[in-house]
C-alpha cells in the first residue's frame, strides 16, 4: 500500500527554526512542505487558503500565541490538525494547547524522528477529517439520508458483522430481523451477504436479482452512489437494502478480502448501518470483514459446540485486537427446558450475553419460508420480538459508547 502525502504549514517567528524545520522534511518524500509563516496571524491566513493537513505552530509569537492561533484555524479549518511545538515542555501549556484545539504538543528542539512520526499521525487524521466532510451535506450536520450525511459523530455509518462460528445457530434470521429494527428514515440500512457462495440473505428477504457483490468489489475504488444503487436490492416492504451474494458459488472466488473491505467502507458513506452476514468458516474474507468492523455480534446457543466454539473465538477475536467493547454477545434458539442458561454461559465465557431470542419455531419457520422476516410482522409483544429489540438497543448503545472513547481521546 503506498504511503499518503502530507501537506504542512510551519508557523514559527523565528526564521531559523523555519528553514531547519523546512530542509529536515525535505527528506521525507511523502511530506510537503507548502508554506511558511512568521506570525500567528498570517498562519491563520495561510491555513485558511492551502488548508494543510498539518499546521506546526510555535506557542510564543508576538503579534497571536500559538493557542489563539490555533483556536482560529480549527474554527476555520477545522480539518487541518495542528501541532504545537514550545522551548517550554510546561504541563500547563499543554493543557492549554490541547483544549484549545491541538492534535499533538512536542518541546523544541524535536528529534527528528519523532517529528515525522507525529507529522504523519495527525496527517492521517487530516485525511479522515477531509473525507468526512466531503459527505457531510452543508446545514444537515448530524442527519442521515440514505445517499448524504449521518448521523453518526464520526461522520460515517458503521459496519455490524453478524458472525457464528457454528453453523444451524440462525444467524442470517438475526442479521435480517435486525437490519430491518434498525432500519429508519433518518438511519438508513443495507445488509450485505458476506456468505459469497452460499448466501441466502435474499431469499430470507424473499428478493432476487441479477447483480450481487461482485458487481462491486471490481470497481471497489472507483464507486459512486448512482452504481451502489442499481446493484442493490431494494427491499420495498422494510425500506432495508440488500447486496445479496453471487448467483453461483465459483463466482466467490473473484472477490478479494481487501475489496470486499473497501466496499463496505464505501457503503458507511452512504448508510447508518452496514449489516455483513457473515460465512460460517473463518476464510480470508471473513477475517478482513471482522477486522474491518466497528462491532462483531457473536451468536451463540446452549449447545455445548457453540459454546466452545464461542469461547475459541473470542481468543480468535482478542488476537486480532478486536477489543471487547465490539464484541456484542447474544444466544439465539433459546429454551428455557434447557438447564444450560446465558448467565452460566456468560460466566463460561467471561462474556456477557446482552439478548436472548427464544426458539419460537412457530414464527421463525413460516417467516423464513415466507421470505417475510418476522419483524415486520406484530410480534413486537412476543418473546422473540423483545429479544431482536433489545439486541438492537444494546447495538445502538455500544457504537454510542465507542463513539464516546474516540470522542475523549481525541
Given at each position: 500500500?503506498?504511503?499518503q502525502?502530507?501537506?504542512?504549514?510551519?508557523?514559527?517567528?523565528?526564521d531559523?527554526?523555519?528553514?531547519?524545520?523546512?530542509?529536515?522534511?525535505?527528506?521525507?518524500?511523502?511530506?510537503?512542505v507548502?508554506?511558511?509563516?512568521?506570525?500567528?496571524?498570517?498562519?491563520?491566513?495561510?491555513?485558511?487558503?492551502?488548508?494543510?493537513?498539518?499546521?506546526?505552530?510555535?506557542?510564543?509569537?508576538?503579534?497571536?500565541?500559538?493557542?489563539?492561533?490555533?483556536e482560529?484555524?480549527?474554527?476555520?479549518?477545522?480539518?487541518?490538525?495542528?501541532?504545537?511545538?514550545?522551548?517550554?515542555?510546561?504541563?500547563?501549556?499543554?493543557?492549554?494547547?490541547?483544549?484549545?484545539?491541538?492534535?499533538?504538543?512536542?518541546?523544541?528542539?524535536?528529534?527528528?524522528?519523532?517529528?515525522?512520526?507525529?507529522?504523519?499521525?495527525?496527517?492521517?487524521?487530516?485525511?479522515e477529517e477531509?473525507?468526512?466532510?466531503?459527505?457531510?451535506?452543508?446545514?444537515?450536520?448530524?442527519?442521515?439520508?440514505?445517499?448524504?450525511?449521518?448521523?453518526?459523530?464520526?461522520?460515517?455509518?458503521?459496519?455490524?458483522?453478524?458472525?457464528?462460528?457454528?453453523?444451524?445457530?440462525?444467524?442470517?434470521?438475526?442479521?435480517?430481523?435486525?437490519?430491518?429494527?434498525?432500519?429508519?428514515?433518518?438511519?438508513?440500512?443495507?445488509?450485505?451477504?458476506?456468505?459469497?457462495?452460499?448466501?441466502?440473505?435474499?431469499?430470507?428477504?424473499?428478493?432476487?436479482?441479477?447483480?450481487?457483490?461482485?458487481?462491486?468489489?471490481p470497481?471497489?475504488?472507483?464507486?459512486?452512489?448512482?452504481?451502489?444503487?442499481?446493484?442493490?436490492?431494494?427491499?420495498?416492504?422494510?425500506?432495508?437494502?440488500?447486496?445479496?451474494?453471487?448467483?453461483?458459488?465459483?463466482?466467490?472466488?473473484?472477490?478479494?478480502?481487501p475489496?470486499?473491505?473497501?466496499?463496505?467502507?464505501?457503503?458507511?458513506?452512504?448508510?447508518?448501518?452496514?449489516?455483513?452476514?457473515?460465512?460460517?468458516?473463518?476464510?480470508?474474507?471473513?477475517?478482513?470483514?471482522?477486522?474491518?468492523?466497528?462491532?462483531?455480534?457473536l451468536?451463540?446457543?446452549?449447545?455445548?459446540?457453540?459454546?466452545?466454539?464461542?469461547?475459541?473465538?473470542l481468543?480468535?477475536?482478542?488476537?486480532?485486537?478486536?477489543?471487547?467493547?465490539?464484541?456484542?454477545?447474544?444466544?439465539?434458539?433459546?429454551?428455557?427446558?434447557?438447564?444450560?442458561?446465558?448467565?452460566?454461559?456468560?460466566?463460561?465465557?467471561?462474556?456477557?450475553?446482552?439478548?436472548?431470542?427464544?426458539?419460537?419455531?412457530?414464527?421463525?419457520?413460516?417467516?423464513?419460508?415466507?421470505?417475510?422476516?418476522?419483524?415486520?410482522?406484530?410480534?413486537?409483544?412476543?418473546?422473540?420480538?423483545?429479544?431482536?429489540?433489545?439486541?438492537?438497543?444494546?447495538?445502538?448503545?455500544?457504537?454510542?459508547?465507542?463513539?464516546?472513547?474516540?470522542v475523549?481521546?481525541?
Amino acid at each position: 500500500m503506498t504511503e499518503q502525502d502530507y501537506t504542512v504549514l510551519i508557523v514559527d517567528d523565528h526564521d531559523d527554526t523555519r528553514k531547519n524545520i523546512s530542509k529536515l522534511l525535505k527528506f521525507e518524500s511523502n511530506i510537503k512542505v507548502v508554506d511558511t509563516a512568521s506570525t500567528g496571524k498570517e498562519g491563520i491566513k495561510k491555513a485558511r487558503e492551502l488548508t494543510p493537513d498539518v499546521v506546526l505552530m510555535d506557542i510564543n509569537m508576538p503579534d497571536m500565541d500559538g493557542i489563539k492561533a490555533t483556536e482560529a484555524i480549527q474554527e476555520q479549518v477545522p480539518s487541518t490538525q495542528i501541532v504545537i511545538l514550545s522551548v517550554q515542555g510546561d504541563t500547563n501549556y499543554m493543557r492549554r494547547a490541547m483544549l484549545a484545539g491541538a492534535r499533538d504538543f512536542m518541546t523544541k528542539p524535536a528529534k527528528s524522528d519523532e517529528l515525522i512520526t507525529v507529522i504523519k499521525r495527525a496527517g492521517q487524521k487530516a485525511k479522515e477529517e477531509k473525507e468526512k466532510a466531503a459527505f457531510t451535506v452543508p446545514g444537515q450536520a448530524g442527519v442521515r439520508t440514505k445517499y448524504g450525511t449521518t448521523s453518526q459523530l464520526s461522520g460515517f455509518g458503521k459496519v455490524i458483522s453478524v458472525y457464528s462460528p457454528k453453523g444451524g445457530v440462525g444467524k442470517t434470521t438475526i442479521a435480517t430481523n435486525l437490519a430491518i429494527t434498525l432500519h429508519r428514515d433518518e438511519t438508513p440500512v443495507v445488509i450485505v451477504d458476506g456468505n459469497l457462495q452460499f448466501g441466502d440473505v435474499a431469499v430470507f428477504m424473499n428478493e432476487r436479482s441479477k447483480n450481487s457483490i461482485v458487481d462491486l468489489t471490481p470497481m471497489a475504488n472507483q464507486l459512486d452512489p448512482e452504481v451502489v444503487d442499481e446493484v442493490a436490492i431494494h427491499h420495498k416492504a422494510s425500506g432495508v437494502d440488500i447486496i445479496s451474494a453471487p448467483p453461483h458459488p465459483e463466482d466467490a472466488d473473484t472477490v478479494t478480502g481487501p475489496q470486499l473491505v473497501k466496499v463496505l467502507e464505501y457503503l458507511k458513506r452512504l448508510y447508518t448501518y452496514v449489516i455483513v452476514d457473515t460465512a460460517t468458516g473463518l476464510s480470508d474474507i471473513t477475517l478482513d470483514t471482522l477486522d474491518a468492523s466497528d462491532l462483531v455480534i457473536l451468536v451463540t446457543a446452549q449447545d455445548i459446540p457453540s459454546i466452545i466454539n464461542s469461547r475459541m473465538m473470542l481468543a480468535l477475536l482478542r488476537a486480532l485486537n478486536i477489543s471487547k467493547g465490539k464484541i456484542v454477545m447474544a444466544m439465539n434458539r433459546f429454551e428455557k427446558q434447557i438447564s444450560i442458561s446465558p448467565e452460566k454461559v456468560s460466566k463460561n465465557l467471561n462474556h456477557k450475553i446482552v439478548a436472548v431470542i427464544p426458539e419460537d419455531p412457530q414464527i421463525v419457520m413460516p417467516a423464513v419460508n415466507r421470505g417475510v422476516p418476522f419483524m415486520l410482522d406484530d410480534v413486537k409483544s412476543k418473546e422473540i420480538g423483545k429479544g431482536i429489540l433489545k439486541l438492537s438497543a444494546q447495538v445502538r448503545d455500544s457504537l454510542n459508547e465507542l463513539e464516546q472513547e474516540i470522542v475523549t481521546e481525541n
